[in-house]
Structures are given as structure tokens and as C-alpha cells.
């Protein structure tokens, strides 16, 4: 074995380190591409970058739910626990069976324990996919070389940045085609088996958390088993039922986890998996990235200021899922064009169907959307046109494995490499023209890091892609033994840049302030936080505390349907969060709070987050002037003031949406935290005053200051108000943001506001990242009627002691899969109106435990057991047959090399 692994050593220490290499500032720590540190708002600002682009992934996804969620399930795990249920997001929702929360990719969930888990988790995807490459392309028939451009550029391929949430679904991909191969050759010479590692890339790639981009893989296997079946011969049947027998026994092994899920998704809000994902497809300006991946600057970059105030088109690469590059596309051509005198030209006309198909879909050709979504089951649910990319990219990687691998003996004619160059030409000008005038807007926009990236970028990919078309060709003066080598150094390096690139987009390590956290855990017991930025959504879960922020999809559609109906009438229904597609005007979310407080308390929410700098969100303010037009800032020193009169029809403007004033919030700028002292405000409504003061020392910089006011002043209509604002103490400045009215009138930037009636709620944390208040009233998470004398040992179990037969509720979300146990005798666990649980409980005392197994869970569980139990002996009983066969009777000794 190790005689025949030797020659592949260095391709294969090279598929290992190619990685890291790309990532090397991350491994080292010397920049940070931890999605935590944006998302879970719990940093200050990180250091300047170089360029403006993701900083190691693009898709928030990995911070927003990936990140967070597969923790916790590495935390059950590691409890003991299955990571069926998840308590802490929303009001309880499935955990597994949300999919990409990664919670049965065992053993790869459990290193999500650690907060950078998920890179390492990357890493090693990334050499999965460049190793399963590897075999297969050695496997198909060609060179070490080749072999290693192939899965090089599969290991670093656009998907790992734009979609990392989904890197457990398709790194497996390779290990699939690689058992299509094996059965293949195992069926050509009559040999048992050859379909293992079908079972193994199926399997894992369901239990990597990303169905859409295991279903969307799946056709490209589905695409390379037919053009096997129809080269077989006689022998095709045989391939047929290893294929038939690999795919149940791979299927039968996921249903654990693929049971739970479509149960879930049957009983959830799809977003645009419902009906948009159908038709949906890329759109033009897109269209270059495929050859040229650095046409607009460091993939995935974000719209520089100058653009968006320009109000030019959004470059949507949302919707892009990856990208080949020029370098690989000119040998996959190469390969096409030789198909019929080639041996696999069964394989590569195959493939090469499926990528005129797949192309044709994503970016929307009339009428293959349609045909496709009729003949292909659920495909019109799928993000067809972003998540088939790992698949087309494997497809385009392969051929120019065995286009390269071709032409180190047989060159292209010249016919041959004109006829590549003509037709690149053309694609390039297709593609470019029409979206010249956004190309070069978006380099006129750039900064000059970004510029200097856009052409060193796309230089050096056409410059690399002619001087390949010409070694193909024969017409460069290098050896031939060396020609492979110097294709694949340029390939192989354009891939490197391009994925090597991000580390100069991220900043350094962030620095986290954890105080809150420790204050929720020291206070919050069984209730739930809603916040309106920071520590959210679903890192809360991370770090087991409950907050009904949420950022899923699937999600409960009674959840979403009462989030619409009573806490948030504009959420989307895939994110729900302070701050994701508040109105206009609502204050991302405050005003929307301030309406529903007693909907968000009815539902246990004891604690209400907000940055510091925000108004609080149980004020109701008018923002003054209006409109507002930047007039620079005054600065006052220690002892100076500032007022400021508002007229009759400014307060009467105010007076239609308060009634009375007790806060003032004054945008301040404190020179980058140096201002000291405490600012002061008075405010008077003819005779009657108030007054109020805030500190600078803790202050934000260019944020709201909010003072508040003793007594409240009540407004009267056709009154007016006179504002002194005053520097009382300090030794360094702050600066008023000031601002022109439409009458001409310069003035500080202000927020009047009143408090919700009845002091609901106060102020109890503040920190550089986060202020908390507390809702004084708010409903527990057990309860009972009649009123019962309770305790709770935990979410999960609870005493009570009832004079009379009552009912327990639990504000837990009732899912079917819920179990109670009341004294050690099971019990229905009821609906309680929309969402909650409840129980009926007899007179006395009563010990009641709740527990949650998704419908069907036996029954997939033991097909799954079956079908591993089948696996293991369609293993064992081919080799106990080959030891029979390789030792004489009654002999020992090593037998044979396996093959």
C-alpha cells in the first residue's frame, strides 16, 4: 500500500497545505475572519482594511445561524444530549432539522464548540474536496498532475467564500463521482462492490446541513451515472444496480436527520423557495465574473461610497455562486473539442451537456426554467441559480483535468487552439460589452487599492489564459516534459490569488465585551431577550440564553405568522431582528417595540438590548429639525452653552405625536471618546422647567446622548420651547452635530421624547456595546390556572402543588414530537392557543419532565441501522472471499495489494 501511495505523496501534502496556504493570515491570527466578530455586535470597530471585501466569507449566513447554532449543538452533544431541540431562538424551535446548523456532521459539528470551529471545519473541507478530487481524477485515468490541478481548484473554489454555511454539503461531492467511477470499473471487469464511497458522499453530504446544494450535486451525479450507463455495454446493468443499491443503503443513513427536516419544512414559512426561487436567475452584469473573478475587485466586494451615492444598479452577488475563471475554462474547452476521438468521450460529452443545461438555467435562457422545474422533482423550490455552482464548477474542473491531461502528449493543432480563441473572444466580448459601462463605472468608483486589484486581476487572467491556449497548442518554447507543469503553476496560482485575496479585506482580531452576557446569565433565568442590535440573532442560543431574535428558514410558519400578526407587522419572515427592514421612520425597530410591548412581554421577554448611543426603545420620539440638513458641529468647552428656541409651529409639530417630554437626546461628538465632564439641558415651556444631565466620560462618539428630564414638561399647544444646552465640567470639548431647518433656522440635532406610560421598564446594564433595560412585568415561563404554587428545576421539568385540577402552560413553541411525563405516567402535551404547551395537572403534587423526538424518529433510525448493518456486510463478505481466495489453505502471510 505504501508502495503504491509514494508517487502521490506531494500532490497529496499539496492538496493539504494549499489551503492553509490561502488562508495563511487567519491560521496565524494576524487578521480575523471570525464572523462573530460583525455579527454578533459584540465588538467595538475593527482595525482598517486594505480593500473592501468579505473578509474570508461573504454569505452572513455563517454568522447568522451556522456559526451560533452548530455550537450549541456541539454543546448537547458533548452534554449527552441529541441536538434535537433548540429553546433559546425565537420561542423554541427544531434544531437538527433546520440543516444548517450542522448538527448530526459528526465528528465536524463538535470542533464548532470553539467559536473559530467553523474555519477549521472550512480547512478541512477544503482538503476533503481537493483529495476526493484527486482520486476521482486519478480514477478516471489521468496524470498526478492534472489530477492535482483539478482538485486544486475544486478545493478553492469560489463556493468555499460565498456560501461557507453550505461547505459541508459540497466538499463531498468529489467522493461521490469517485464511487460512480469505481462501480463503473468494477462493473466492467465483473468485480463485487466499487459503490462504497457513493454510500459515504451521499450520506455526508445530507448530513452536512445544505439540501439544496446535496440535491443540486446530485444531479451532476445523476448527469455522470448516465453518461456511464450509456458506455457500459453489457455491463450496465450491473453498474445500474450498484448505483440502485449505493444510493438507498446512502439515502437510508441520512433519514435520521432528512425525516426531521421534511416534517419541519412541511410546517414552516419557505420564503422564496415557495415561488421566486423558480424563475429566479443571474443577472447580466454577472456574467463576467465566470472568466474573470477580480473584474470588479476582490470577489464578493462591497459598493463604494461613491457608487451607491450615485444611485448606480446593485451588483447582486447575493445571487452568485461561484465562478470558474478563464485559466481553467481554456483546457476544459480544449477537452470538449476532442471529445469524439477521445476514450471518455462519453464522460465529457456528459458533462459537457450538463453545463450548456446548468448554464443555460442560471442565467436565464427562455424557457429552460420552465422545462427544467417540469421534468426535475422540487427543482422550481431550489436556489437553482446560485447553489448549482459547486456542481458546475466540478463539471468545468474535471474537463480541464482532462483537457490538460490530453494535450501533455497530443497537443492542439492550430485549428484547434484558433478555434478555442475565436470562441473565447466572442464569450468575453458577449459577456463584457453589454455591461462595459458598469465595469468601468465601478473601477472609476473604486478606491485606488481596489483599482490597483480590478487590473493586476484581469491582466494577469488573460495574460495567464493566452499563455496556456498557446502551451496547449505547442507554440511556447518550453520542453514538453515541463509543459504540463507550467499549465498547471498558472492555473493552480490564479485559483491561489483569487481565494488568497480576502485575507487583505479583514481586519485585525476585534476586541468582545462579554459584561452583558454575564449580566443575562447571572439574571435572565428561563425568560427571553429581544434585541435590537447587538448579541443577535441566534448567538444568544450560542451561549444557551433565550432570545426570540431569529434568523432561519425554515421557520415555525405559526411563529412568523404571529410575529406579523403581534410583535412586528413588517418582518420579512426569515429574520427577525430590530433592525432587518424596519419602515421608514420606525427607528429600526423601536417604534414597532414601543407599540407591542405587552405582545413582547405576553411571550416572556424580560430584557430589551439596544446599542449604546440608541434611544431607548420604550421612549416615543420626534427627531427635530425636520427635515434635517448638515450645518457642521459647534464645540463647547467647560462652562459654555448653547440655546436653542423652538418655535410655535416646531412644537406643535411635536405635540401630534407626544404629549409630554421627559427625555432630550442630543447627537454629540465626543473627538473619539476624549470629551470629560457632563452636559447638561434645560428645558422650559413658558414658567415650567426642567432639567436633566449625562455624562461624557461613557458616551459614544457621533451618536445620541440622552439626557433625562425632572419634572416632565407637558406640551401646550401654541406654546413655545426653550432649550439651553450646557458643558458643565471638562477639561476637553464635546461637539454638537448641528442641523439647518427648511426655514433656514441652524440648530442641534435633538430627539424630544416621553416614556411609556406606567414605568414598564428600566435601564440595568450599559457597556460599550450593549445597554439592557428590564421589563417589569412580563410572563413567566410556567404557569397555571388555577393559580398553582410552582418551581422549575430547568426548562424541561417543573413541580407543582394545586388545591384544584389546573392547567400548566409551558412557553415552550407545541411541535408534534413533544412528550411529558406527569409523576412517571406520560401525557398529551396540548396546544395552548397559537404556540405554547400545556398540560393538565390533577389535584396535589405533581412532577412533570417534557421532552422532544421528531415524528418518525424510531422508524428512520432503524432503517438507518438496517442499512448500515447491510453496508458492513456487503463490506466484509467481498473480503473474507478475496482472504479465502489470496491464502493457501492452512497458510499465513500478507496477501496481495488491495486494488
Known amino acids: 500500500m505504501l508502495t503504491r501511495l509514494r508517487p502521490h505523496l506531494w500532490p497529496i501534502a499539496a492538496l493539504i497545505l494549499l489551503p492553509v496556504a490561502a488562508s495563511a493570515l487567519f491560521v496565524l491570527g494576524l487578521r480575523s475572519n471570525n464572523p462573530a466578530d460583525v455579527w454578533s455586535s459584540l465588538t467595538t470597530p475593527g482595525s482598517p482594511t486594505l480593500l473592501g471585501g468579505p473578509p474570508g466569507y461573504w454569505d452572513a449566513s455563517i454568522g447568522l445561524l451556522t456559526q451560533p447554532l452548530a455550537r450549541l449543538s456541539a454543546s448537547d452533544w458533548l452534554r449527552g444530549v441529541v441536538p434535537w431541540w433548540n429553546p433559546y431562538t425565537g420561542i423554541g424551535m427544531p434544531l437538527a432539522a433546520e440543516m444548517q446548523t450542522l448538527s448530526f456532521f459528526l465528528p465536524f459539528v463538535l470542533i464548532m464548540k470553539y467559536w473559530q470551529g467553523w474555519f477549521v471545519v472550512k480547512l478541512l473541507m477544503q482538503v476533503i474536496a481537493g483529495l476526493g478530487t484527486y482520486a476521482l481524477m486519478l480514477q478516471i485515468g489521468c496524470r498526478r498532475t492534472p489530477g492535482l490541478v483539478s ?79 450509456a458506455t457500459l455495454g453489457a455491463a450496465r446493468w450491473r453498474f445500474a444496480g450498484k448505483i440502485i443499491l449505493a444510493v438507498i443503503i446512502g439515502l437510508a443513513l441520512a433519514l435520521p436527520l432528512v425525516v426531521p427536516f421534511l416534517n419541519y419544512a412541511a410546517q414552516s414559512y419557505l420564503g422564496a423557495h415557495k415561488a421566486a426561487y423558480a424563475v429566479d436567475h443571474l443577472p447580466p452584469m454577472l456574467m463576467p465574473l465566470a472568466l474573470f473573478p477580480l473584474i470588479y475587485g476582490p470577489t464578493g466586494i462591497h459598493a463604494s461610497a461613491g457608487w451607491v451615492a ?51 438555467r442560471c442565467y436565464g435562457v427562455p424557457g429552460v426554467a420552465f422545462v427544467l422545474n417540469a421534468i426535475i422533482p422540487d427543482l422550481g423550490l431550489l436556489n437553482t441559480a446560485r447553489f448549482l455552482w459547486p456542481a458546475l464548477s466540478m463539471a468545468v474542473f474535471v474537463l480541464a483535468g482532462i483537457g490538460l491531461d490530453r494535450c501533455v502528449t ?58 496556456i491556449l498557446a502551451a496547449l497548442a505547442g507554440l511556447n518554447p518550453v520542453a514538453h516534459r515541463h509543459r504540463a507543469r507550467m499549465i498547471a503553476a498558472a492555473m493552480l496560482l490564479d485559483a491561489f490569488v483569487v481565494a488568497a485575496l480576502p485575507q487583505l479585506s479583514a481586519p485585525r482580531p476585534y476586541r468582545y465585551y462579554t459584561g452583558g452576557i454575564a449580566y443575562l446569565k447571572a439574571h435572565l433565568g428561563l425568560a427571553r431577550v429581544y434585541s435590537l442590535r447587538p448579541f443577535g440573532p441566534d448567538y444568544p442560543a450560542g451561549y444557551r440564553l433565550a432570545s426570540i431574535d431569529d434568523s432561519q428558514l425554515p421557520v415555525s410558519q405559526a411563529w412568523s405568522d404571529y410575529i406579523r400578526h403581534h410583535l412586528d407587522p413588517y418582518d420579512t419572515g426569515m429574520m427577525f431582528v430590530g433592525w432587518w427592514k424596519a419602515p421608514p421612520g420606525s427607528g429600526q425597530g423601536r417604534t414597532i417595540l414601543f407599540d407591542h410591548v405587552r405582545d413582547y412581554a405576553a411571550i416572556g421577554v424580560k430584557y430589551v438590548i439596544t446599542s449604546p448611543g440608541q434611544i431607548s426603545p420604550f421612549l416615543r420620539s420626534v427627531s427635530l429639525p425636520h427635515p434635517d440638513i448638515f450645518a457642521g458641529a459647534a464645540a463647547l468647552g467647560a462652562g459654555d452653552s448653547r440655546d436653542t428656541t423652538l418655535a410655535a409651529g416646531q412644537v406643535a409639530a411635536v405635540a401630534a405625536t407626544l404629549t409630554r417630554i421627559d427625555h432630550v437626546a442630543v447627537l454629540i461628538g465626543t473627538y473619539d471618546g476624549s470629551s470629560t465632564g457632563i452636559l447638561s439641558a434645560r428645558l422650559c415651556a413658558g414658567a415650567l422647567c426642567a432639567g436633566g444631565t449625562a455624562p461624557l466620560a461613557t458616551a459614544q462618539d457621533d451618536a445620541w446622548l440622552n439626557i433625562p428630564l425632572h419634572p416632565a414638561i407637558d406640551l401646550t399647544a401654541g406654546a413655545a420651547l426653550h432649550l439651553r444646552l450646557t458643558h458643565v465640567t471638562g477639561a476637553h470639548p464635546v461637539a454638537l452635530w448641528l442641523r439647518r431647518s427648511a426655514t433656514g433656522v441652524t440648530m442641534p440635532a435633538l430627539r424630544l421624547s416621553q416614556t411609556l406610560p406606567g414605568g414598564s421598564a428600566m435601564p440595568v446594564y450599559h457597556d460599550p456595546v450593549m445597554s439592557i433595560f428590564r421589563i417589569r412585568s412580563y410572563h413567566r415561563y410556567f404557569s397555571a390556572t388555577p393559580a398553582c404554587r410552582l418551581s422549575a428545576t430547568g426548562r424541561d421539568k417543573a413541580s407543582a402543588e394545586c388545591a384544584t385540577p389546573a392547567i400548566l402552560t409551558r412557553q415552550e413553541a407545541w411541535f408534534p414530537g413533544w412528550r411529558a411525563r406527569l409523576n412517571g405516567r406520560a401525557v398529551p402535551v396540548a396546544r395552548h392557543g397559537a404556540l405554547f404547551q400545556s398540560v393538565a395537572l390533577p389535584a396535589g403534587r405533581s412532577s412533570v419532565t417534557f421532552s422532544y423526538r421528531p415524528r418518525g424518529t424510531r422508524l428512520s433510525v432503524t432503517l438507518a441501522g438496517l442499512a448500515l448493518a447491510l453496508w458492513a456486510g456487503c463490506t466484509i463478505r467481498p473480503y473474507r472471499a478475496f482472504r479465502r481466495r489470496a491464502l493457501p489453505h492452512g497458510g499465513t502471510g500478507s496477501s496481495p495489494a488491495l486494488h
Open 151 to 229: 482538485a486544486g481548484l475544486f478545493a478553492l473554489n469560489g463556493a468555499f467564500l460565498m456560501e461557507p454555511h453550505a461547505m459541508g454539503s459540497l466538499a463531498f461531492l468529489p467522493l461521490i463521482l469517485l464511487g460512480i467511477e469505481r462501480s463503473a470499473a468494477a462493473a466492467r471487469s465483473g468485480a463485487a462492490q466499487g459503490w462504497h464511497w457513493i454510500v459515504f458522499g451521499l450520506a455526508y453530504s445530507l448530513y452536512g446541513g445544505y439540501p439544496e446544494v446535496a440535491y443540486l450535486d446530485g444531479l451532476l451525479a445523476a448527469a455522470w451515472t448516465l453518461a456511464r450507463f
Open 310 to 360: 450615485a444611485a448606480l444598479p446593485t451588483l447582486p452577488l447575493v445571487k452568485l455562486g461561484g465562478w470558474f475563471g478563464l485559466t481553467a475554462v481554456i483546457p476544459a474547452l480544449a477537452a470538449l473539442l476532442r471529445a469524439r476521438t477521445d476514450p471518455a468521450r462519453g464522460l465529457i460529452i456528459g458533462l459537457g451537456m450538463f453545463l450548456g443545461v446548468g448554464l443555460a
Open 410 to 467: 497530443c497537443t492542439l493543432s492550430l485549428r484547434q487552439g484558433g478555434m478555442i480563441g475565436a470562441l473565447l473572444v466572442a464569450v468575453i466580448a458577449a459577456v463584457i460589452l453589454p455591461d462595459r459601462a458598469i465595469i468601468t463605472g465601478w473601477y472609476h468608483f473604486a478606491s485606488p487599492p481596489v483599482r490597483v486589484t480590478i487590473v493586476l486581476g484581469t491582466v494577469f487572467e488573460g495574460l495567464a489564459g493566452l499563455v
